[in-house]
């Protein structure tokens, strides 16, 4: 029978508090160069604001799906995430960042909640939005 080297509970502990923060910290310097906001990056990755939140202050490890639109989202591949550097980065990691959204910072607010509403509701908004329009 093979013998299995095992690190001791607290090492391990320490270890998964060190990749997180070096997580968190990763992350939120990949955000602000892209130059969105901690709502912008959850809501591309399908978690709640405050749970994008707590991973980018390292208390909160995401699953590997997560992990990885949260690759997609910052335009950052893994290996930068997890603190393993790589010689190349991948193609998709050079290629030009997105043009901002007209207006920002709202406009991505706005959509977030035109996102969620229902058919009727947005029926009512571009109403109002065509009634807006015509008064300018």
Do not use: F
């Not at 997580?23 to 749970?51: C, F, M, N, S």
């Not at 909160?60 to 335009?75: D, E, F, G, I, K």
């Not at 790589?86 to 910072?105: I, L, N, Y």
């Not at 996102?115 to 065509?130: C, D, G, I």
């Amino acid at each position: 029978m093979a013998s299995k080297t095992t690190v001791p509970p607290r090492g391990r502990r320490e270890a998964k508090q060190k990749l997180s923060k070096a997580l968190g910290d990763a992350a939120r310097e990949a955000r602000k160069r892209e130059g969105v906001t901690q709502a912008d990056v959850a809501e591309r990755i399908g978690v709640a604001t405050e749970v994008y939140g707590r991973l980018e202050r390292g208390l909160l490890m995401p699953s590997v799906p997560t992990l990885r639109r949260l690759c997609l989202a910052l335009r950052l591949p893994a290996d930068s995430l997890l603190s393993l550097g790589t010689p190349h980065p991948p193609a998709w990691a050079e290629t030009p960042a997105p043009p901002a959204d007209a207006g920002g910072p709202q406009m991505r607010r706005l959509m977030r909640h035109v996102r969620k509403l229902n058919p009727e509701q947005l029926r009512a908004l571009s109403h109002v939005a065509a009634t807006l329009r015509r008064e300018e």
